[in-house]
């Protein structure tokens, strides 16, 4: 029997081929997919009427007829014709030559990590809504002006722009998941101020980011301050406090202008500087605070850092003009602490801390009353060859443990309260 060759036709693929040929079909499908929405993304321009964004869509332009702007695209008002938002939507970007109010509902950006930006060039006014996962930049014709409802509420945002808690009565905004501020936040209410509302939730004020004013900043459930920036309680009206689980502080924290910051986390972190400038200017220091290396305290022209109610733990830097004064609470702790720096015990009646562990004092522990007591076996008391212990009253303990000191010791009181 003859063999036959058979031969594929002319033109037609061969199994390799046709495969090959449905791989790249299935890739272009694929880019399709990946692009197809960006590609079909909009620009809507708003037609210059003062009215809500959802009053009707014919308000949007011919971008996409009978519609609104949604995920993806962009939202553009160059007239200065007035916008409110009273619902919900999410869209890609936004920019207003007009006044914005966000009224109601949640304000989100699509894009992942906040990428999306809302610039407003007039009064850009926070009165209920939320904004979400958006960066907000400072327009050239006013801040975020927050009132105050309890509605207010920013989410997972980066703050380019200036936050005004200060124009409104009783103004009042709700942080959730991570909020940076690079702009100045201006605080100026006792009623109402800032909550941090969900578990994890911190506020991050950037290295040219501000905190003035005065009111509170403060916590729902387990919440952190980080500050890189300036917090700077300016006004003698009322206390500027902080009041979080965690404060740390990596930048300037400070009274001035005869205000008072109150420094109320339960754990504080410095690493930067904390300072009283001018006569009446107070920083009140509670909780446990740890300070590094390169932190400082230090105050001028009659300001003050009181402690009251706080462990002191770490190296404790002052300038040589500055004391920490302390007062008559009970629970005043300095733990395994080098002090580079001046205690005053003298200026506050009852003046009183509890030493624990290694405490070295390389400069002055100035004593005027009840002063200092030694706590818990081992505890030692330091002073260091550039160190001094002046005044009157008692070092002590109640416990029997060995107190090294470079003064004379003094005979042990009886228990004391």
Do not use: C
């Amino acid at each position: 029997m003859s063999r036959v060759a058979i031969f594929p036709l002319r033109g037609a693929p061969t199994p390799r081929k046709r495969f090959a040929s449905l791989g790249l079909a299935a890739g272009l499908i694929s880019l399709g997919l990946a692009f197809g929405p960006s590609a079909r993304a909009s620009t809507y321009t708003w037609d210059g009427t003062t009215n809500d964004w959802f009053a009707s869509a014919t308000h949007w332009g011919s971008a996409n007829p009978g519609t609104f702007p949604g995920s993806g695209d962009d939202a553009v008002n160059n007239s200065a014709a007035a916008m409110t938002l009273g619902a919900s939507t999410t869209i890609q970007s936004f920019f207003s030559n007009g006044a914005f109010s966000l009224n109601a509902g949640t304000f989100a950006g699509s894009l992942a990590n906040a990428a999306g930006t809302i610039q407003v060039n007039n009064l850009f006014s926070l009165n209920g809504g939320q904004i979400s996962n958006f960066t907000v930049k400072q327009g050239t014709g006013g801040s975020i002006v927050v009132n105050g409802s309890s509605g207010n509420q920013i989410n997972d945002s980066i703050l380019n722009s200036n936050l005004d808690m200060s124009t409104n009565a009783n103004a009042y905004a709700d942080l959730n998941g991570t909020v940076t501020e690079n702009g100045a936040i201006t605080l100026g209410t006792t009623s109402n101020g800032i909550r941090l509302l969900g578990s994890g939730t911190s506020l991050n004020i950037g290295s040219a980011g501000s905190l003035t004013g005065f009111g509170s900043v403060y916590q729902y459930n387990g919440n952190t301050l980080n500050n890189s920036g300036t917090i700077n309680a300016n006004s003698s009206v009322a206390p500027l406090n902080l009041a979080l689980t965690t404060f740390n502080n990596n930048g300037t924290a400070k009274a001035t202008n005869g205000g008072t910051l109150n420094l109320q986390s339960t754990t504080v972190t410095n690493n930067g500087t904390i300072a009283a400038f001018g006569l009446g200017s107070v920083v009140t220091l509670a909780g446990t605070i740890t300070n590094g290396g390169s932190s400082l305290f230090t105050t001028t022209g009659g300001g003050q850092i009181q402690v009251n109610g706080a462990t002191l733990t770490g190296t404790i830097n002052t300038d040589s003009a500055t004391a920490l004064i302390y007062n008559g609470n009970s629970t005043n702790t300095i733990s395994s602490a080098t002090i580079n720096g001046n205690l005053d015990l003298a200026t506050n009646a009852n003046a009183y801390a509890d030493l624990n562990g290694t405490v070295t004092e390389n400069g002055n522990i100035n004593l005027g009353t009840n002063s200092f007591r030694l706590v818990n076996l081992g505890t030692s008391l330091n002073i260091g060859s550039t160190g001094s212990l002046t005044g009157f009253g008692q070092v002590y303990s109640t416990t029997p443990i060995r107190s090294t000191t470079t003064e004379r010791s003094t005979p042990m009181p009886a228990a004391r309260r």
